[in-house]
């Protein structure tokens, strides 16, 4: 039987990870439209090889084999895991972790196959990532407060922004394509997207509670990420089509 089951991270998580989630697919294979959110993904199948999903500026359609099980993590913008390049080059990319994280991803891929369950398996994954984070990830301060002033909750120019960070725009821009993978005008569609596709599904999903804001749009809480998006003709165009 297909199911998806998304969740807050681990409260040491909670401020680099948007949501955390458990896929399972049924007798047949499934077809999966994953949508620009504006941060990176891993996608972990149990029993498998690990995946880093970079940035998306468009959709990304995959074929998920039946009888899979796979735990994923979202990252917030401005919030990677420990990684050996700049984000920019991940854009649109989808690598083998392995690739990026070397050895440490075999002993990963054991300890999550013998979790005895996926719930376990993802607890797994979220300790390594705590690890990580702990251990060697510097997050740019700037960026973030950028990304905390990008969400779509009032109009925000560019210029006045890095003004604000005591940047300039092009300095803003070079941080955000390293820290972020896009620009800020990029990454500000791409926020408006996950509003506006979040709008036209009505499927509003779990999301840790520091993703709601105060004043969200009529009064409902802002999902700041989305479930696994499947095809809706209703959706409106990526971030890369504005």
């Not at 359609?61 to 913008?77: C, L, M, N």
């Not at 990963?108 to 702990?134: D, S, V």
Request: aromatic share 4%; proline share 13%.
């Amino acid at each position: 039987m297909e199911s998806y089951v998304e969740r807050p991270p681990i409260p040491g998580l909670a401020g680099v990870v948007r949501t955390v989630w458990i896929q399972r697919t049924g007798e047949a294979a499934y077809v999966q439209r994953h949508l620009p959110t504006g941060g990176l993904e891993i996608h972990f199948p149990i029993g498998g090889h690990p995946q880093l999903v970079g940035p998306l500026t468009g959709p990304e359609i995959e074929v998920i084999p039946a009888h899979a099980t796979i735990v994923g993590v979202r990252f917030q913008p401005g919030s990677a895991p420990p990684l050996p390049t700049v984000l920019d080059d991940l854009v649109d990319q989808r690598l083998g972790l392995a690739e990026l994280w070397g050895s440490s991803v075999d002993r990963l891929e054991e300890a999550m196959a013998g979790a005895g369950t996926p719930q376990r398996a993802l607890m797994a994954l979220q300790a390594h990532l705590l690890q990580g984070f702990r251990s060697a990830v510097r997050l740019d301060p700037l960026v973030r407060e950028a990304v905390k002033a990008l969400m779509p909750w009032q109009p925000v120019n560019i210029d006045t922004l890095a003004t604000h960070l005591a940047l300039s725009a092009s300095q803003l821009r070079r941080r955000c394509l390293h820290a972020v993978g896009v620009s800020p005008k990029v990454l500000q569609r791409t926020l408006r997207f996950i509003l506006g596709t979040w709008r036209s599904t009505q499927r509003p999903p779990a999301c840790p509670d520091d993703l709601v804001p105060a004043s969200a749009p009529d009064g409902a809480a802002y999902p700041g990420t989305l479930p696994p998006p499947r095809h809706d003709p209703r959706a409106p165009p990526s971030p890369g089509q504005c």
